[in-house]
């Protein structure tokens, strides 16, 4: 059980255009979902935190209108980055707290590597 | 504010032996818990062992286990008859339940087993 999944796993785009990353909770529901940024060899650096049905809450200094986060339903949450330029060529990974298990653990999906060319 | 630390960026030990990995925690909460996960080369995070902070009881999962020392603030993760397949990054961390909902990581210690 409390498994996540992300898609795609790696994308390669253009510097200027837009691109959606997803993160379902496949056999749970997630009423918070969160948006990491990993360098390398670096820690895990959270994004923003999503919860379903409302607007998502940006970590100081992660620009809003650059990474679109949309949590639809209590299974999916999307990350758009939008105009995307090679400084955003990164590891972003999402996690889901399980409600039902009282939320104190995230599972984690298995990333998605962006390459922006 | 929360933070963790982990004051070993990189560490090795022989396939079969023991090695435990160092973390630091701070914060003024008492309801809390700790985690350790594993990312391995895939780099898909992979929870190993988890503590609640009102439990004096250490946490064990078949291989691993950790000294929990509230008083001290440090949550250290040992790895005893350690594998090849445990080469990973290891990552400390704390959520406080009830506060930011947040999971503080720290920047993670790099262990790598020879056979």
């Known amino acids: 059980g409390a498994v996540v999944s992300q898609h795609p796993s790696w994308v390669i785009c253009k510097s200027g255009t837009s691109v959606k990353i997803e993160c379902r909770s496949l056999d749970f529901q997630a009423t918070t979902m969160f948006w990491y940024r990993q360098f390398p060899k670096k820690s895990l650096m959270l994004m923003a935190t999503?919860?379903?049905?409302?607007?998502?809450?940006?970590e100081q200094g992660v620009e809003k209108d650059k990474f679109l986060i949309n949590h639809a339903s209590l299974t999916l949450s999307t990350l758009t980055v939008t105009s995307a330029h090679p400084e955003d060529s990164s590891f972003y990974i999402c996690?889901?707290?399980?409600?039902?298990?009282?939320?104190?653990?995230?599972?984690f999906g298995p990333g998605t590597r962006l390459t922006v060319t | 504010a929360q933070t963790v630390t982990q004051s070993q960026p990189e560490m090795s030990v022989q396939e079969a032996e023991t090695v435990t990995l160092s973390c630091t925690y701070d914060t003024s909460e008492s309801n809390y818990y700790l985690f350790w996960y594993k990312q391995p080369p895939s780099r898909q995070m992979i929870l190993v062992i988890r503590?609640?902070?009102?439990?004096?009881q250490n946490a064990t999962e078949n291989r691993f286990s950790v000294n929990f020392q509230k008083a001290a603030k440090s949550f250290s993760l040992k790895i005893s008859d350690s594998q090849l397949g445990d080469t990973a990054m290891y990552f400390c961390a704390s959520y406080h339940q009830g506060g930011s909902e947040k999971l503080v990581f720290g920047k993670g210690t790099k262990l790598t087993v020879n056979p």
């Open positions: 999503s919860n379903e049905g409302s607007k998502a809450t940006y």
């Open positions: 996690s889901a707290r399980d409600r039902l298990a009282g939320g104190r653990e995230q599972y």
């Open positions: 503590q609640e902070a009102y439990k004096q």
